[in-house]
């Protein structure tokens, strides 16, 4: 009866190890094998090897793949053959000043027993171990922050399989060890590579390739995040305009001005006009629609990020549904290329003013000022009781001298999570103050103005502000991309994406959910057709019955 049982416990094992694996498998385990020895091999790590090149011999390799015996038969003569791995003492020891966050880190693919047999793992593991701790061929360091090198670049054409199969598993591998919101993404990053590796074994022309591409980039729902490709814009967006300029408001466009064209051909369009539906589509639907190729920490940084391609189309007019007056009306719309579009320069915008003939409000846009700026702002504002900041746009680098102004202290104001780059996909946490010990800061009611256009750096500035004592932040929610960027090249298109995590002081996020107002206000139609700064009015009217 033993023997039987252990032929059959035998026939099992050997029936299981033989087990035929798809294509998709035999692809994403050489992906993230790739990736790992990339970057923790000593040797691979170091630059010994053409490592593009050792990716494409082994895609052709597995070709010749049938089964998980065949495929881990391939990695460990592979592993083999990248030299002897010496013992690292240092790896075992950890910081033990740093605090550690590892919601990114996840190595446990290695000990998969559907795809790795217990050799291959014990080799992963080892390298693991005794991974490179020193400095890498594929990225460096400036300050804490890091930076991608020695890429090889293939060209932005389609021109193989191979080629954007080493795209996708760059960029996946690139998001897997370096990408600080990674476990924030709506879609397991492990799902996103067994989901995007058919999609790029069916691109054969350079529009699929770019298209597939962004849809790679959109899985991060990072909005510091995009892909700079004419040929998408060209293709899926349109190089044609309808020669208005409109605000977003409610999930409709109101027009706020008609730009004149070469051809001094008049549209039926009129300042005030609500655009409900283009080309039958509603609003919404056109955000949902751009919205698979264009990456967003939330909906209402997509929509930040999409509403300028709203009335952009390759046809030579477009069909607009608007309402007028109270009535709904149809109208057609001719559509310009953009060198046909003349533009008025926008107003100049004053860097700061009073909003009242008694000088009780100052207003500061923080899109405009300037570092040098700054003292005689403040000798001109400081005498008021109110101070409004307007965030609603990017500052210009001058959180750290105005925290110095403003702040009575030093204060932790933020959060950050920088990678560990001794141990690729951990992150570790710092506390980050701001200010200064200042008797003679500000001592009057400082309000914050924010929406989805306050992002990254914007953000941050918020949180500064937050600090003082008598802060409050009167808008709707930021953006949700906050950390500096680690800016590159995937097949030779321009992207980026967050490089630092980043949290309130006591570890709350801020990714994806962005800073959250103390007073909620969104701009109306109404509001905007007849000229109104609802969330500037709202602000006055806080100061007014608060104070």
Known sequence: M???????????????????????????????????????????????????????????????????????????????????????????????????????????????????????????????????SGSSHYFGKGGKKVYFKNENSYGSKFTSKKTSLLELFRYWNFVEYFFPYKYQTDENWNDVLTEMIPKFLTVDNDED???????????????????????????????????????????????????????????????????????????????NSF????????????????????????????????????????????????KDIIREAPPAQQKWKFLDNDKKTGYVNMGSIEKSDLDT????????????????????????????????????????????????????????????????YYKGNVVVLADENTQSQAETTVMMLKQHPKAKIIGSHTSGANGDIIRFKIADLDTCFTGLGAYYPDGRETQRIGIIPDIIIKPTVKGVQEGKDEVLERALDYIKTSF
Not at 249 to 274: C, H, Q, W, Y
Not at 308 to 323: A, G, P, V, W
Not at 380 to 408: C, G, H, V, W
């Open 209 to 287: 390739y770019h298209v597939t591409l962004a849809e790679l980039v959109a899985k991060t729902d990072d909005s510091h995040a995009f892909l700079h490709s004419p040929l998408i814009n060209a293709s899926q967006y349109g190089m044609r305009k309808v020669p208005a300029e409109y605000v977003y408001a409610e999930g409709k466009l109101v027009v706020m001005r008609i730009s004149k064209n070469k051809f001094n051909e008049e549209i039926p369009l009129k300042t005030g006009d609500v655009i409900y539906d283009v080309d039958d589509r509603t609003i919404p639907q056109m955000v």
């Open 377 to 440: 702002m403040y000798k001109d504002l400081k005498s008021a009781e109110s101070i409004i900041f307007d965030l609603r746009n990017y500052p210009k680098q001058t959180i750290f001298p105005l925290s110095r102004m403003i702040l009575p202290e030093k204060s932790i104001y933020y959060q950050f999570n920088f990678p560990e780059t001794n141990y690729l996909s951990k992150f570790y946490s710092a506390k980050n103050s701001i200010g200064r010990k200042n008797p003679d």
């Open 2 to 132: 033993r023997k039987i049982s252990l032929f059959v416990l035998f026939f099992f094992c050997l029936s299981f190890s033989a087990r035929s694996l798809s294509e998709t498998q035999k692809l994403e385990s050489l992906c993230k094998v790739w990736g790992f020895l990339k970057y923790y091999h000593p040797h691979v790590a170091k630059g010994d090897f053409d490592w593009d090149k050792q990716l494409f011999e082994k895609i052709d390799e597995l070709d010749h793949i049938q089964d998980k015996a065949q495929l881990n038969e391939l990695y460990s003569k592979w592993i083999s053959s990248l030299g002897k791995v010496d013992e690292c003492k240092k790896c075992s020891k950890e910081d033990k000043e740093k605090v550690y966050f590892l919601r990114n880190f996840d190595l446990s693919w290695v000990g998969n027993r559907k795809i790795f047999t217990q050799e291959v793992s014990q080799q992963l593991l080892f390298i693991q171990k005794n991974r490179n």
């Open 291 to 338: 919205g698979k190729y264009v990456p967003a920490s939330n909906s209402w940084g997509k929509i930040l990020k999409v509403k300028n391609l709203f009335l952009f189309s390759n046809r030579d007019s477009t069909t607009l549904k608007i309402e007028r007056d109270g009535q709904n009306l149809v109208v057609r719309a001719k559509t310009y290329l953009l």
